[in-house]
């Protein structure tokens, strides 16, 4: 795990060191030169800074006191509701459609911050991994003793071989793309982390863009109890 952190903390010193050593090296670098190469440096700070926050927080959940969630009786629908607001210029820019259901009204006792950080990981993702004219799909569902969250993207898709890794620290699937797309590799790993102490569960199942075809499918499903377990 070190070695891990090591190395992803390495990959934006390394690239910012060899843009500013460039700069050093020249004498009257042209303005737009020299602004482009701030913009890359500026972009790769923002990046080392998701990484060590990303990092922060599973450090924090790895604390068994840091485990207590800050538990409330939240509504779901209107939480869900938010959230999705403001995620969807998100998605407009991308051409990407969200779209929400939900079968019924649902309390819950869960930890809002929390529960929003899942919601916001997994939703933009979607939204990464989409393809432009796809779809984004949220479905809230409940039985008598847990809720249900649903998130489906019409986006790339995971192949089979990696769906079983996509939880573990530092995994990605494509990793000049997460990191295109600002992925630290540790996002999925906070989710399923949160999960577990709300006592719920996590799954995916996904099928990759198959030759000729323009869309795939990736599906999360959570399960989370309805009233929470001290």
């Known amino acids: 795990f070190v070695s891990n952190v090591s190395h992803e903390l390495k990959t934006p010193l390394t690239s910012m060191k060899v843009l500013a050593d460039s700069l050093v090296s020249q004498d009257d670098v042209p303005s737009e030169i020299y602004r482009e190469f701030m913009e890359d440096i500026v972009s790769e700070i923002d990046r080392e800074n998701k990484i060590i926050n990303d990092l922060l927080s599973l450090v924090k959940m790895d604390r068994k006191s840091a485990n207590v969630l800050n538990v409330t009786t939240v509504n779901i629908n209107e939480l869900l509701d938010l959230l999705l ?10 051409n990407i459609e969200i ?4 079968m019924r009204d649902i309390e819950a006792e869960v930890d809002d911050i929390k ?4 919601v916001t990981n ?5 939204i990464k991994y989409n393809v432009p004219g796809g779809k984004v799909i949220v479905t809230l569902n409940a039985d008598i003793d847990s809720f249900f969250l649903r998130i489906q993207d019409t986006g790339i898709g995971i192949p089979e071989e990696h769906q079983k890794n996509i939880f ?15 992925g630290t590799g540790l996002g999925l790993s906070i989710v ?18 198959a030759d000729g075809e323009k869309f795939g ?9 309805l009233k929470h377990k001290k």
């Open 85 to 94: 607001k403001r995620l969807r210029p998100l998605a407009a820019v991308r």
């Open 99 to 102: 779209v929400y259901e939900s």
């Open 115 to 118: 529960l929003t950080q899942v």
């Open 122 to 126: 997994l939703v933009e993702n979607a």
């Open 168 to 182: 573990q620290r530092f995994f990605r699937v494509d990793k000049a793309r997460s990191r295109e797309t600002g």
């Open 192 to 209: 399923d982390s949160i999960i577990s102490s709300h006592g719920g569960q996590i799954k995916v199942v996904s099928k990759p863009v």
């Open 217 to 225: 499918e990736t599906v999360f499903t959570i399960k989370i109890p």
